[in-house]
C-alpha cells in the first residue's frame, strides 16, 4: 500500500506538469490531468506522515475539483438521477451512522462532569454561527438560496470533526464529545427555529418538514448506532428483547409496501400519516441497529470500516453537489470560500473566548472553540437535498466543509504544541 501511495504522489506532479503544458500549448488535455493531479495527490498523501492527516481533506478536494471539470458525470449515471431523494437520503443516513457509531451512551453522562461548560458550549454554538453567518448574508450580495446555505451550515450542529480536534489538541475532551452529543439531539428543534427566524425571507422553511427531515437525516441513524453500542453491554434478557422488538418491526416494515400503506392513505389525514412515517423510520432504527449489532459481532472489520464508508458518502455529497452547482459556484465560489474563511475564524474566536468570559479553563475554552467552529457539514447537506436545492442551498456546506477541515487541524496541531496545567481538567462548573 505503501508503496502505490508514493507511486501514486509520482503520477500526480506528472499529471501537474502536464496541466501546466497543456496550457501553456493550448491544447484540451489540461482536464483530465488536474482530475488525476488531484486524485493522485489524495491517494499519495498517505506516504507523507506531516501530511497523512489531511488525506480526508485532500479527496473532498479531489472530489471538488473533479464535479467542476466534468459535473455531466455526477448527476446522472444512466437512468440513474445521482440527487434523487431517497438515495442522498439513504447516503446522508450512512454518514450519520458512522457517526453515531464514533459514540457511545456514556458520552451523555458529561452533562454531570461539565455542566457549566456544556451550556456554554451549547449556547455558543446556537448562537455564534448562526449570528455571524447572517451576519455575513447581509454583507455580501449572495443570491437569496446561497445566502440561506451559509445560515444553514451555521444552524447545524456541530460533528464529530470537531471532538477529532479537540483530542489531537489535548483539550477537554469529554467536554467536546458532550456538546457534540447534546447539539446533535436537539437539532431538529434548533436549526428549523434558526433558518425561520434568520432565512425565513431568503427561502421557504417549513419548520414541521425541516424538522421531521432533520429527525430522518440525523436522529433515526445515530439512534440506530447507540442501540449497537448499548446491546454490547446489556443483559442476556434484554438483547434477547430487542431482537425480538426488531423481528417484529421487520414484518411491520415489509407490511407497508404491501399494500398497509396505501390503505393508511386512504383512510388517515395527513398528520396522522406522518406519525405513522416517522413511527416507521423509529422502527427502522431498531431493526436496522440490531441488525448491525449482529453482523459486526460476526464479522470485527464491519466496525472498522462504517467510518470509512461514512467519509466516503461526504465525499459523495459533495461530488454531487458541486456537480449541481457549477455555474453558481463559477460566480461566487471565490467570495464564498472567503466567507467560509471569516465564519469558521469568527466560531474559533468567539467561541475560545466567550467561554473564557464565562469562566471555563483554557483547556475547556479551547474544545469550545471547535465545537463552535465546526459545523456538521453533512447535516447541512442532507438538509439542502432534502429540499431539493442541493445546486444552490447545498453550496455553503460543500465550500465550507473542506476549509473547516484544515483549519481545524491547523489550529489543533498549534495548541498540542502549546499545552496548558489545566489541559486534563473540568471545566469549572
Given at each position: 500500500m505503501q508503496a502505490l501511495r508514493k507511486f501514486s504522489l509520482y503520477v500526480s506532479l506528472a499529471a501537474a506538469l502536464g496541466v501546466l503544458a497543456s496550457l501553456l500549448l493550448g491544447v484540451a488535455y489540461w482536464a483530465p490531468?488536474?482530475?488525476v493531479t488531484a486524485v493522485g495527490l489524495a491517494v499519495g498523501l498517505g506516504a507523507v506522515p506531516s501530511l497523512k492527516g489531511y488525506q480526508y481533506t485532500a479527496w473532498i478536494l479531489a472530489?471538488?475539483?473533479?464535479?467542476?471539470?466534468?459535473?455531466?458525470?455526477?448527476t446522472h449515471w444512466g437512468d440513474l438521477n445521482l440527487r434523487n431523494k431517497w438515495l442522498l437520503l439513504g447516503v446522508v443516513q450512512l454518514v450519520m451512522f458512522g457517526m453515531g457509531t464514533q459514540m457511545s451512551l456514556h458520552d451523555f453522562s458529561g452533562v454531570f462532569k461539565t455542566p457549566r461548560g456544556v451550556v456554554v458550549g451549547i449556547v455558543c454554538h446556537f448562537s455564534v454561527m448562526p449570528l455571524v453567518g447572517y451576519g455575513l448574508t447581509r454583507v455580501f450580495a449572495f443570491p437569496p438560496e446561497i445566502a440561506a446555505g451559509v445560515i444553514l451550515i451555521g444552524s447545524c450542529s456541530s460533528g464529530l470533526a470537531s471532538n477529532v480536534m479537540a483530542y489531537i489538541a489535548r483539550s477537554n475532551l469529554v467536554l467536546s464529545v458532550?456538546?457534540?452529543?447534546i447539539t446533535t439531539l436537539v437539532a431538529?428543534?434548533?436549526?428549523?427555529?434558526?433558518?425561520?427566524?434568520?432565512?425565513?425571507?431568503?427561502?421557504?422553511?417549513?419548520?414541521?418538514?425541516?424538522m421531521v427531515e432533520i429527525?430522518?437525516?440525523?436522529?433515526?441513524?445515530?439512534?440506530?448506532?447507540?442501540?449497537?453500542?448499548?446491546?454490547?453491554?446489556?443483559?442476556?434478557?434484554?438483547?434477547?428483547?430487542?431482537?425480538?422488538?426488531?423481528?417484529?418491526?421487520?414484518?411491520?416494515?415489509?407490511?407497508?409496501?404491501l399494500g398497509v400503506w396505501a390503505w393508511l392513505a386512504a383512510r388517515c389525514g395527513a398528520g396522522t400519516l406522518l406519525g405513522v412515517e416517522l413511527s416507521a423510520f423509529a422502527i427502522g432504527s431498531v431493526v436496522f441497529g440490531a441488525l448491525y449489532?449482529?453482523?459486526?459481532?460476526?464479522?470485527?472489520?464491519?466496525?472498522?470500516?462504517?467510518?470509512?464508508?461514512?467519509?466516503?458518502?461526504?465525499?459523495?455529497?459533495?461530488?454531487?453537489?458541486?456537480?449541481?452547482?457549477?455555474?453558481?459556484l463559477l460566480k461566487v465560489g471565490a467570495l464564498l470560500f472567503l466567507v467560509s474563511a471569516i465564519h469558521n475564524a469568527a466560531g474559533y474566536f468567539f467561541g475560545y473566548w466567550l467561554s473564557r468570559v464565562a469562566g471555563l479553563d483554557q483547556s475547556s475554552s479551547r474544545s469550545v472553540a471547535f465545537?463552535?467552529?465546526?459545523?456538521?457539514?453533512?447535516?447541512?447537506?442532507?438538509?439542502?437535498?432534502?429540499?431539493?436545492?442541493?445546486?444552490?442551498?447545498?453550496?455553503?456546506?460543500?465550500?465550507?466543509?473542506?476549509?473547516?477541515?484544515?483549519?481545524?487541524?491547523?489550529l489543533a496541531n498549534y495548541w498540542s504544541k502549546r499545552p496548558v496545567d489545566d489541559s486534563s481538567g473540568p471545566a469549572k462548573s
Open positions: 490531468c488536474a482530475v472530489a471538488v475539483v473533479a464535479a467542476m471539470i466534468y459535473p455531466s458525470a455526477f458532550t456538546v457534540t452529543a431538529p428543534f434548533m436549526t428549523p427555529f434558526l433558518m425561520k427566524l434568520l432565512a425565513g425571507t431568503l427561502v421557504e422553511v417549513k419548520f414541521v418538514n425541516m429527525v430522518k437525516i440525523v436522529i433515526v441513524p445515530i439512534m440506530a448506532a447507540l442501540l449497537h453500542d448499548g446491546l454490547k453491554r446489556a443483559p442476556e434478557r434484554q438483547r434477547r428483547a430487542v431482537f425480538a422488538a426488531a423481528f417484529v418491526g421487520a414484518l411491520v416494515l415489509a407490511a407497508l409496501p449489532h449482529v453482523v459486526a459481532r460476526r464479522f470485527a472489520a464491519v466496525d472498522r470500516l462504517i467510518p470509512l464508508a461514512s467519509m466516503a458518502g461526504i465525499v459523495y455529497f459533495t461530488t454531487v453537489t458541486t456537480a449541481a452547482g457549477r455555474d453558481n465545537e463552535v467552529g465546526l459545523q456538521n457539514g453533512g447535516m447541512a447537506s442532507g438538509i439542502a437535498g432534502s429540499m431539493g436545492k442541493l445546486g444552490t442551498v447545498g453550496l455553503a456546506p460543500a465550500v465550507f466543509s473542506p476549509w473547516m477541515n484544515i483549519s481545524g487541524s491547523i
